[in-house]
């Protein structure tokens, strides 16, 4: 079955310990992405990959650290993390061609079943 | 970046009547999705719609790219329509995604 599986999906913990989010995807994607999701704020992109060791800035960054060494996964890493990054996270991945434009970027995203983070 | 504006923020209906959601974008976009997230949190995949209509049920979608909006309709609205309904684009360049902030149907029996 195609899908995006992330982990944990709950995960309670406290402030400064270093913690890492899982994502990986079945389907050969090459672009990947995390999400935050806020109440009032909505979904706000972290940090996104259009392929392996190519990873850019999302419109918020700070705090977090991501990494693409293989196609499947696109760990979320909070090296130091705080309560204002308490939020539930949600990962998406979808096909994107090589030499980009238009036809190669016209590609749904599948997501994950989120993960509740909780910092104390 | 891409502004995205959905309307209305919230909405009450009567089980069995119908809707209108929209989704403006300030820029062109050629990748835009409709989402509804249940009661778990989930998000389900409504349509992928970058133009065009598209029909699925009791939901249609129609996007008109060139001015910039997408409509979601549901018809007969059920109780489990209920939950928020988000509007999603990405650039150009298809790397940068942005979300609207959701319209929240609520369905009474």
């Known amino acids: 079955e195609a899908q995006v599986t992330q982990n944990p999906r709950y995960l309670i913990t406290v402030t400064g310990k270093k913690l890492t989010v899982t994502c990986s995807q079945n389907m050969n994607h090459e672009y990947m992405s995390w999400y935050r999701q806020d109440p009032g704020l909505g979904l706000r992109q972290i940090y996104y990959s259009m392929n392996v060791e190519v990873t850019d800035k999302g419109d918020v960054p700070e705090g977090y650290k991501v990494s693409r060494k293989e196609k499947r996964n696109f760990p979320l890493i909070l090296e130091s993390p705080s309560p204002n990054q308490t939020s539930l996270y949600f990962c998406?991945?979808?096909?994107?061609?090589?030499?980009?434009?238009?036809?190669?970027?016209?590609?749904?995203?599948?997501f994950g079943d989120g993960t509740r983070l909780s910092i104390l | 970046g891409i502004q995205v504006e959905q309307s209305p923020p919230d909405l009450i209906l009567q089980e069995g009547a119908n809707s209108t959601l929209r989704c403006n974008f300030s820029d062109s976009v050629n990748n835009l999705q409709w989402f509804h997230q249940n009661p778990w949190g989930q998000l389900i995949n409504l349509f992928y719609i970058p133009s065009g209509t598209k029909q699925n049920g009791r939901l249609s979608a129609t996007t008109v790219a060139t001015e910039r909006y997408s409509l979601l309709y549901i018809s007969s609205s059920q109780t489990t329509d209920s939950g928020v309904y988000f509007c999603?684009?990405?650039?150009?360049?298809?790397?940068?995604?942005?979300f609207g902030d959701g319209t929240t149907l609520t369905v009474k029996p």
């Open positions: 999603a684009v990405r650039d150009t360049n298809a790397g940068k995604s942005t």
């Open positions: 998406a991945s979808s096909l994107y061609g090589p030499g980009t434009g238009l036809a190669h970027s016209n590609q749904p995203q599948h």
